[in-house]
T-cell receptor
Framework: GENVEQHPSTLSVQEGDSAVIKCTYSDSASNYFPWYKQELGKRPQLIIDIRSNVGEKKDQRIAVTLNKTAKHFSLHITETQPEDSAVYFCAASKMGFQKLVFGTGTRLLVSP | NAGVTQTPKFQVLKTGQSMTLQCAQDMNHEYMSWYRQDPGMGLRLIHYSVGAGITDQGEVPNGYNVSRSTTEDFPLRLLSAAPSQTSVYFC???????????????FGAGTRLSVL
């Protein structure tokens, strides 16, 4: 089955810096890659997703890139703000088959 | 729309007790699933359902049962609680068909379970 690895497990940046979180997946048939943000004590919430027919997607300060050949995808956050502090999870699945397999999470801390 | 509603929010059980975690959604989603979240391990899929009357096992199904008698409800049953089942449980739902915005999974607020 699918296996998703996520790095780093913790990431500390200064406000205004960029943050990059990387994930690799094992199943070449996976074609849907969402990213979730989870604030302390809250539910995971989708922040951006990408499908395998797209190499990059941007939404304001966040972007996701996908390299199908290498089977890895990354989350990029620019101009980080303290409210970006949270745990971020990547996931992978085959579209139309909703079994998401999650990475182990990255705790992002943005210091003012 | 309330979205995905989970009850209870918190629960403490003794080893060997049974209980049911409730999950309901009002978005007419075909797909529903249960995850458990443990520190350092992300979210792991317990069971899922692609529609009423259809359920299947996920990554960590042992010790849990599910049923899906209606589109709206997907309860998770702990048959005989064990300390290893101490965790935060999330229910999620989505459409099951492909297409933009159709695959987004919406999560409930979670149930924090402690088994003593």
């Amino acid at each position: 089955g699918e296996n998703v690895e996520q790095h780093p497990s913790t990431l500390s940046v200064q406000e205004g810096d960029s943050a990059v979180i990387k994930c690799t997946y094992s199943d070449s048939a996976s074609n849907y890659f969402p990213w979730y943000k989870q604030e302390l004590g809250k539910r995971p919430q989708l922040i951006i997703d990408i499908r395998s027919n797209v190499g990059e997607k941007k939404d304001q300060r966040i972007a996701v890139t996908l390299n199908k050949t290498a089977k890895h995808f990354s989350l990029h956050i620019t101009e980080t703000q303290p409210e970006d502090s949270a745990v971020y999870f990547c996931a992978a699945s085959k579209m139309g088959f909703q079994k998401l397999v999650f990475g182990t999470g990255t705790r992002l801390l943005v210091s003012p | 729309n309330a979205g995905v509603t989970q009850t209870p929010k918190f629960q403490v059980l003794k080893t060997g007790q049974s209980m049911t975690l409730q999950c309901a959604q009002d978005m007419n989603h075909e797909y529903m699933s249960w995850y458990r979240q443990d520190p350092g391990m992300g979210l792991r899929l317990i069971h899922y359902s692609v529609g009423a009357g259809i359920t299947d096992q996920g990554e960590v199904p042992n010790g849990y049962n599910v049923s899906r008698s209606t589109t709206e409800d997907f309860p998770l049953r702990l048959l005989s609680a064990a300390p290893s089942q101490t965790s935060v449980y999330f229910c999620a739902s989505s459409y099951s068909i492909q297409g933009p915005a159709k695959n987004i999974q919406y999560f409930g607020a979670g149930t924090r379970l402690s088994v003593l």
